[in-house]
């Protein structure tokens, strides 16, 4: 599989032969990641993929984006990650200055956080307390409905819905484009119980080989309270990026 995947990369390494970034003229972005971790002993072994696929379309009064991804992992030949995600959001920037709105649809399923499917969509505002070329700071509150089917205890169906407040903060350092900090961490709790909450984050430190190519550390977190679950991942790669 290792070579499978490797054989793919470098593939889409070789088809991307002139990259830039994001200009006046410049309205779409196409980016691949794929990271992972793996380690063997006497005692066992365990390895875990992590792959993400991201489309973006911006212009100047609205950006639109979708992203795919999908994590698995296995320790002693014993499953312990098959998460998918795949969500589409928007922003409109028809107001005043570093403010705008947005909406997003996400859905999820995931064997580590027995989450079996989730549907999370709504909109809200957002506003950028520091809004500058290589800097970036986020702030972001909305609703959202979630309709979900998960498995308490493990193996207790429990299908719902309940409507979110939705909590974020994005932070964004760009460091003479060679070195890329992104940071994210939603707080999504229910309207009706107070324990019914979902914590997430995503973090990643980018260090540019090449315009079109970067070697990527990523953290994620997540913790879904309802079923008592949570997962995180360190994991390293490569991230091959495309500016049209």
């Not at 500058?132 to 959202?144: A, E, M, P, Q, V």
């Not at 949570?230 to 490569?238: A, M």
């Amino acid at each position: 599989m290792f070579r499978i995947i490797t054989l793919f990369l470098f593939l889409i390494i070789c088809h991307y032969d002139s990259m830039a970034q994001f200009t006046d003229s410049t309205f779409y972005y196409l980016g691949y990641a794929s990271s992972g971790t793996a380690n063997k002993t006497n005692d066992g072994d365990s390895y875990l993929l992590n792959n993400a696929v991201k489309f973006s379309v911006r212009k100047k009064s609205i950006s639109l984006n979708a992203t795919n991804s999908w994590m698995y992992g296995k320790q002693d030949q014993k499953l312990t990650n098959n998460d998918f995600s795949s969500s589409l959001d928007f922003n409109l920037y028809k107001t005043f200055p570093h403010f705008f709105y947005w909406g997003l649809a996400n859905y999820n399923t995931s064997y580590s956080l027995k989450i079996n499917n989730q549907l999370l969509a709504g909109a809200g505002i957002a506003y950028n307390l520091v809004d500058k070329k290589n800097t970036l700071i986020n702030l972001s509150n909305g609703i959202l409905y979630d309709k979900s089917d998960l498995l308490l205890n493990d193996t207790i169906p429990d299908r719902y819905h309940t409507f979110r407040n939705s909590l974020r903060l994005l932070i964004r350092f760009n460091i003479q484009n060679m070195i890329i900090f992104d940071g994210s961490g939603f707080l999504q709790n229910s309207l009706k119980e107070k324990e019914d909450y979902i914590l997430r984050s995503n973090t990643s430190l980018s260090f540019k080989l090449m315009k079109w190519l970067s070697l990527t550390t990523n953290y994620n977190y997540n913790k879904i309270n309802r079923t008592e679950r949570r997962n995180s991942l360190l994991s390293y790669g490569l991230t091959v990026e495309r500016y049209f």
